[in-house]
């Protein structure tokens, strides 16, 4: 039997319409949230997430404020524009797009970023508050992966999870977020130093593959019904290729289609990131 789909597009849709309705609410209330975005550099890939974020506030009537740096850009440069936003009123939160170009240190730029308006929950701030269980923003693909998991009644409970890859944006801190007492799972996260792939992936009831590695999840790695999400992102001939091999899709019960799959609910976490915050600093 074939796997079900994980459909991101369709959950992020759904995700955006009861978003739209909080900005509404809030709009009445006087307040308009407005995201933020530091973009450096001509990557067109950094540049397409981008516009999408953009393209994704103006449809649930989140405000844009949209900045850009050359390639050429100081790390001077990208902090003077953190700076700004963080005194920026207009700005609810805001994201500096990652990876930086070449020669630009992420750390000190993230560090810098005020706290409270970070969008994205990668602040050392956001990731402490993670590990202590304490409330902030989470990040925003681990977030996407869990809710996609939740709105599919996968079981999240009890389950053996296997991550793969351990950059900050998704492999680092999902281990965080699945083992909370309201996740209750069980985390094991390999990596290029991992000695046997394979022995890991057989006994996980769920897969996140955000290694960048094409097709690296194969099927016979893979338990029978597990839910297998993929977000590896690599290109060949200007197509996506993902970290899963499209023949797990007949040993899975659930897959993540790549596009389609955890890419929309990232950016759904990003808006939904935001309208938390502005509500947040409504209430007071
Ligand atoms: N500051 C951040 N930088 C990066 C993050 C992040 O969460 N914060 N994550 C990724 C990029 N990313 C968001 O920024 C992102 C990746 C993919 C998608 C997406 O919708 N992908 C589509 C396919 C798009 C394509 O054709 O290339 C999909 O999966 O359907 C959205 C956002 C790294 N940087």
Request: glycine share 10%; aromatic share 2%; charged share 20%.
């Amino acid at each position: 039997m074939t796997a079900q789909i994980l459909d991101g597009k369709a959950t992020a849709a759904a995700i955006k319409s009861e978003l739209a309705v909080r900005v509404a609410a809030l709009k009445e209330r006087g307040i308009v949230p407005g995201l933020g975005t530091v973009l450096v550099g001509d990557d067109p890939g950094s540049r397409w997430y981008v516009n999408g974020k953009h393209k994704d506030c103006a449809e649930v009537g989140i405000a844009s404020i949209q900045r850009e740096l050359p390639a050429t850009a100081s790390q001077q440069d990208v902090e003077d524009v953190v700076r700004e936003l963080n005194a920026d009123p207009a700005c609810t939160g805001y994201i500096v797009q990652l990876p930086l170009p070449k020669g630009l240190d992420p750390n000190p730029v993230l560090e810098l970023m005020d706290p409270d308006k970070d969008a994205d929950g990668l602040h050392p701030t956001s990731l402490g508050r993670l590990a202590l269980g304490i409330e902030g923003p989470l990040p925003c693909t681990p977030l996407g992966i869990v809710e996609l998991l939740r709105r599919h009644q996968v079981e999240i409970n009890g389950a053996e999870v296997v991550v793969l890859g351990r950059g900050v944006t998704v492999g680092r801190s999902i281990g965080l977020l699945l083992t909370r007492k309201s996740e209750n799972a069980t985390v094991t996260l390999c990596h290029t130093g991992t000695r046997d792939l394979a022995y890991h992936l057989r006994k996980a009831d769920i897969v996140v593959a955000a290694a960048g590695v094409p097709h690296l999840v194969k099927p016979e790695d893979v338990k029978p019904g597990a839910a297998v999400l993929d977000v590896g992102v690599s290109r060949s001939e200007g197509k996506i290729v993902g970290d899963v091999h499209p023949g797990v899709a007949e040993v899975a019960a659930w897959i993540s289609p790549n596009p389609g799959g955890v890419g929309p609910m990232t950016r759904a976490m990003l808006l939904n990131n935001i309208v938390v915050a502005a509500e947040r600093r409504a209430d007071g």
